[in-house]
């Protein structure tokens, strides 16, 4: 028997076994509760399936109980997605790839030039010539510290086990000796391991994710509120045949949550060794295509999400009058009836820029008159995920914590980390606001280590900033109500503390230890932060300092270690 349904028992279940069939059975009888029998699952797609292995789509307030339950996906594609759910518990599930969808091994050699690297892969890892690359120190297994960006990166296969990774440079980055990971292996779908799209009031509890050929957790849009407890991003075993330990968890992100009305409950869980960021909480401005007898055509800068909402709130910036959708359609570009001048830009429009948005337009009537013109940019404080709470987390991951809405960190430890940021991350004219982030009584150790960024805002340990397009930091306020309070960032390379474009700032009781004592990086010349500052704080008003400690500063430190400019 595969499944428990209410009281009875559980059988033990063969490891060939599909509890797809099954747990679809149990749905259809109207069952709440369902038990999936532990054991190593092998899946591929099912016959007629869409792009992942496992869909639940529309369940309302149902439990799925799987302790000890492995899911191996042989397809490098989406693994579970979770499609306009409410109220649904998964607990317990392990998520893993066979073959996986990264590989790694040890750099042998290094062209003369410095155009390429030679990686021999470990025993046991696939022998693909995958090509996102990320070195590795062979004493630590960790990310290198200061490694540079190592982008458009091309490999190929050379020997039996041997990658050839080649770009101009790498060669300096990457010397034999060094480990590196490979990675970015999809094959079809999506890339992501588990996708919450479109729910409300979802819990992961106990939840593990291993590998990802994207990102391990991506939920987006819907009305959010969910919680992931006690749950793992995580290399897995050594596969078989291995006698090294995995380098790697997901590929990208290890968890994101994007355009969502209410910001997920992240707590007494584990990140490490992700690709990319560890975690992020993203949202996104809209353009305004037409304004036109009280109908606005708006576009989203994110083509992947839903977009604004019947009923959202819509602002200019974080002090403007705000609007309310009374009605919404979303119909294709060529069906807005768009004039030819905002056509025009639409189409030349470059990556990054202000015009750069998804084809897809949303057609909107406010609640009231708008003086908005096309090209204005807008945003919605409900489709950013305001209201997280990441906390009593430990991750020892080289990506960023990275904030794009309102919210609390409180009681982390963040090991090695890139840095935790907070930036927009837009075009400098788009529209954007962010209120009420609290950072408070977390662990920061050794952040700063990534590669130098002198076109990057994002200088700091703890970084809080927004930008022009023009290399110059926001002078109208983005952040509203910013405490950090009772943190303790240890070492790191460069400033400690960065703040910009703030309206009421408050930085107190921080215990800063051994800052400086590493030659600073160059990130955030271009926007004239001084990398040899401790705390740092430009373009803002409102700003309280009280009560920080500066404990044992190196010598690239300044002789004004806090300082402060208008």
Not at 214 to 237: N, T
Request: with cysteine; hydrophobic share 40%.
């Amino acid at each position: 028997m595969l499944l428990m349904l209410c009281l009875t028992s559980v059988l033990a279940a063969s490891a060939q076994e599909d509890f797809r069939p099954q747990v679809n059975e149990a749905l259809k009888r109207g069952e709440k509760r369902i038990v999936i029998a532990p054991g190593t699952y092998r899946l591929a797609p099912l016959t007629g399936g869409g792009g992942e292995l496992w869909n639940l789509s529309g369940l309302k307030d149902v439990e799925i109980i799987a302790e000890g339950v492995t899911l191996v996906g042989t397809k490098l594609m989406r693994a579970i997605s979770l499609h306009r759910c409410s109220g649904v518990t998964l607990q317990g599930l392990t998520v893993d790839y066979d073959p996986l969808p990264f590989t790694q091994g040890e750099v042998i050699a290094a062209a003369e030039d410095a155009s390429s690297i030679d990686i021999k892969i470990h025993a046991g890892y696939p022998r693909r010539p995958y090509s996102r690359v990320d070195v590795i120190d062979a004493k630590t297994r960790y990310r290198k510290k200061g490694m540079p960006f190592l982008w458009g990166t091309k490999a190929e296969m050379v020997g039996e086990d041997v990658v050839r990774v080649r770009l101009a440079g790498i060669g300096k980055a990457a010397r034999p000796g060094d480990l590196a990971s490979l990675s970015t292996g999809q094959e079809a779908g999506a890339p992501h391991a588990i996708s919450v799209d479109s729910c409300e009031r979802i819990t992961f509890r106990n939840v593990t994710v291993h590998s990802a050929p994207g990102m391990g957790i991506l939920e987006a849009d819907g009305e959010g509120g969910s919680s992931f407890v006690h749950c793992k991003i995580v290399p897995g075993p050594k596969p078989p045949g291995a006698a090294e330990e995995r380098l790697l968890s997901t590929s990208w992100d290890a968890f994101q949550s994007k355009t969502i009305r209410k910001g997920p409950l992240v707590e007494h869980c584990e990140i490490f060794h992700a690709g990319d960021d560890s975690w992020s909480v993203q949202s996104s401005d809209h353009l305004v295509l037409k304004n036109e007898g009280g109908v606005v055509v708006l576009a989203s800068r994110d083509e992947f999400t839903e977009g604004v909402q019947l009923g959202d709130r819509l602002r200019t910036s974080v002090s403007s009058p705000e609007y309310r959708i009374a009605s919404r359609k979303v119909v294709p570009r060529k069906e807005a009836a768009l004039s030819e001048e905002v056509l025009a830009k639409l189409a030349g429009a470059e990556a990054w820029s202000a015009w750069k948005v998804s084809p897809k337009c949303i057609v909107v009537t406010l609640d009231r008159a708008a003086d908005l013109k096309s090209g204005d940019s807008v945003y919605s404080p409900d489709r950013m995920g305001n209201g997280f709470v990441f906390r009593h987390n430990h991750v020892h991951s080289p990506g960023r914590i990275l904030l794009k809405a309102g919210g609390l960190m409180e009681g982390n430890v963040l090991d090695t980390p890139h840095a935790l940021i907070a930036c927009p991350e837009l075009p400098g004219t788009a529209a954007v606001g962010i209120e009420d982030m609290v950072i408070k009584g977390n662990t920061i150790r050794n952040g700063g280590w990534f590669c130098a960024a002198p076109w990057s805002s994002q200088a700091g340990v703890i970084s809080i900033t927004a930008t022009l397009d023009n290399s110059k930091l926001r002078a109208e306020p983005v952040y509203k109500h910013v405490c950090i309070e009772g943190n303790t960032v240890e070492g790191g390379a460069g400033p400690s503390i960065v703040i910009s474009s703030t309206d009421g700032a408050t930085i107190r009781n921080n215990q800063i230890v051994s800052p400086q004592q590493d030659a600073p990086p160059d990130t955030g010349a271009s926007y004239g932060i001084p990398k040899d500052a401790v705390i740092w704080i430009h373009e803002s008003k409102d700003v309280t300092v009280e009560g920080n400690v500066i404990e044992n500063a190196g010598s690239f430190a300044a002789g004004q270690q806090v300082q402060i400019q208008k």
